[in-house]
């Protein structure tokens, strides 16, 4: 069933051009009937042409249901329902939204057992999660003996710490919350003093909406094999595990950008290569890690530098290390500096060798491994040995799934008999958005949260365009503004990080542009734009009215 009309949805324009239809008609049929005005005009007639005009609405969505060609050329008009039938012809199903999980730390001053039951709740940023099973937080590891069961830890403050898994109560990317945010139980348990995002949610989906489904139509006939981009797209998105994938790009033959073909002494292409860019989630993943570092440099002022690597299973599609600090440190914020980032390529024992031949056309992909060093400014190093070792806390920003996708397409049974393809993340762009809105004296309060969401998830979003308009993030402002209400010009800011591992700036506040660098893999093709609510800021400023 098409969801009907309501009275409201008519344009009373319609309704007048009814209302006269109906008044000719009725003089055609008896002349001597005055439907000029009066109560026979005014209501009668009135009324039939408001029930025929949304008589014709609701015939209108159906037909826009129903047609292929008037699904496409715009899918916003027809009934989901009825798309859904259209498309199954096609081998086409709608992907549903799916809710958000992620892990929450819970800190105590005391470190007494406590018992967390099934359906507590958490808020953060007024978005609310739950437990789906019971915890039992236990100081002694010997008490350890389910999944359920968590060990409390002591910090180095003498507070306490355990984490549980939280689910979101609702589908949708808005529920996709960011590594180290607050999230507050409803109800405090007993010695609560804080609890916070150990890593950025995760799974977090909206339901597929016509447009989406619709740009799908040409992949739910297509062939799903490694040939073509139309049919590779379609093989990969069949794959539950990937059917998700936000957006991807797929560079080979004849493309300035694919380099890794022209591995001979000839300035020629001789094809036969594939790098296919692949960006799985909408934001960032960030993820928590504690990793033993190495002192491999004692510094004048009796400090020193450390050292930490990753093999190629620990850091696939990952683009940097953030956060940097000791492991007891309880600050979510700050961290030590990376002196130097070192990355190389591992393609050893594969049973299928993808052809790489530099570090930067191996850079984000699961074949990477990655070096750091850091300047520990609170240890001193006087007493140390080299290569004395300690944990740190650090955190992982990338995108997940390279591995999985690399290692499905590098399959026997999927793989191009003549040809090899290399899984990319995207070259990240992060962007920082500032921006100012200005409101008349008593204006109501606007959700800043609700607006951060939109803003990161249409920069998330925009696919391989390689520019960012500020008139389009404007207009997502609007949306959720009066008609008194006014908004600055919009700063973006980018970062990119070449797979080189040089960094690029741009800004603007009309449009963050990509220049192609295809010499060194950087173009629309394969540069995405990445930001999260935390990198937008937003300030008020009251606009006060002259007086006349």
């Not at 739950?130 to 100081?139: I, L, S």
């Not at 799985?280 to 570092?293: D, F, H, I, N, P």
């Amino acid at each position: 069933m098409i969801a009907e009309k309501n009275i409201a949805d008519l344009d009373p324009t319609t309704v007048a051009q009814n209302l006269e239809e109906l008044q000719a008609r009725i003089i055609e049929s008896n002349p001597n009937i005055d439907v000029s005005r009066g109560v026979f005009r005014d209501l009668i007639l009135f009324y039939a042409a408001v029930i025929n005009g949304r008589t014709n609405l609701n015939l209108q969505d159906y037909w826009n249901g129903r047609s292929l060609k008037a699904i496409e050329a715009d899918p916003t008009l027809a009934d989901p329902d009825l798309v859904d039938d259209v498309l199954s012809n096609f081998r086409l199903e709608r992907k549903p939204g799916s809710t958000a999980v992620g892990e929450i730390a819970i800190v105590r001053s005391i470190s007494t057992t406590l018992t967390i039951a099934v359906g507590s709740e958490f808020i953060a940023n007024g978005k609310s999660f739950v437990t789906v099973q019971v915890y039992t937080a236990k100081a002694d590891e010997a008490q350890i003996n389910s999944d359920t069961d968590r060990l409390i830890t002591e910090l180095n403050d003498g507070n306490f710490i355990f984490t549980i898994d939280v689910t979101a109560t609702d589908v949708g990317t808005e529920f996709l919350i960011t590594k180290d945010t607050v999230v507050v139980p409803s109800v405090l348990p007993t010695g609560y003093l804080t609890s916070y995002a150990t890593s950025n949610f995760r799974d977090g989906v909206n339901e597929e909406t016509n447009t989406e489904l619709i740009n799908r139509l040409q992949q739910g006939i297509a062939a799903r094999a490694l040939s073509n981009r139309v049919n590779m797209a379609a093989m990969l998105r069949n794959i539950d595990a990937f059917s998700r994938i936000v957006s991807m790009s797929i560079v080979g033959y004849g493309d300035p950008e694919m380099i890794r073909d022209r591995h001979t002494i000839f300035p020629l292409s001789f094809g036969g290569r594939v790098d296919w860019y692949i960006r799985s989630e909408e934001l960032l993943r960030k993820t928590g890690v504690t990793k033993t570092a190495t002192l491999v440099e004692k510094t004048t002022d009796s400090y020193g530098m450390w050292q930490v690597t990753f093999n190629r299973d620990e850091v696939p599609g990952i683009y940097e290390v953030r956060n940097i600090q000791q492991a007891d440190a309880q600050s979510v914020i700050g961290g030590y500096n990376i002196e130097e980032e070192i990355r190389q390529i591992d393609v050893s024992n594969l049973s299928f060798k993808i052809d790489i031949t530099t570090e930067a056309e191996g850079a984000y992909t699961r074949f990477q491994t990655l070096t750091i060093r850091f300047k520990d400014t609170d240890t001193i190093t006087t007493s140390l040995a080299l290569n004395s070792t300690r944990d740190y806390k650090m955190e992982l920003a990338g995108v997940p799934l390279i591995d999985s996708v690399q290692d499905t397409v590098s399959s026997r049974d999927v793989r191009h008999y003549g040809a090899d393809a290399l899984v990319k993340a995207p070259v990240p762009c992060f962007v920082d958005l500032t921006l100012t809105i200005f409101r008349p004296v008593g204006s109501d309060d606007i959700d800043t949260d609700a607006i951060k969401d939109s803003l990161a998830g249409e920069v998330n979003t925009l696919g391989f365009v390689g520019k960012l308009y500020a008139s389009k993030l404007s207009d997502v402002v609007h949306n959720f503004l009066s008609p008194d209400d006014s908004v600055s010009a919009i700063a973006m800011l980018g970062r990119i990080k070449y797979p080189n591992g040089s960094i690029q700036y741009v800004q603007s506040t009309e449009v963050l542009k990509i220049e192609d660098d295809p010499d060194n893999l950087v173009s629309y093709r394969t540069v995405q734009f990445f930001t999260d609510p935390d990198s937008i800021g937003i300030s008020f400023e009251t606009a006060i009215a002259p007086e006349i």
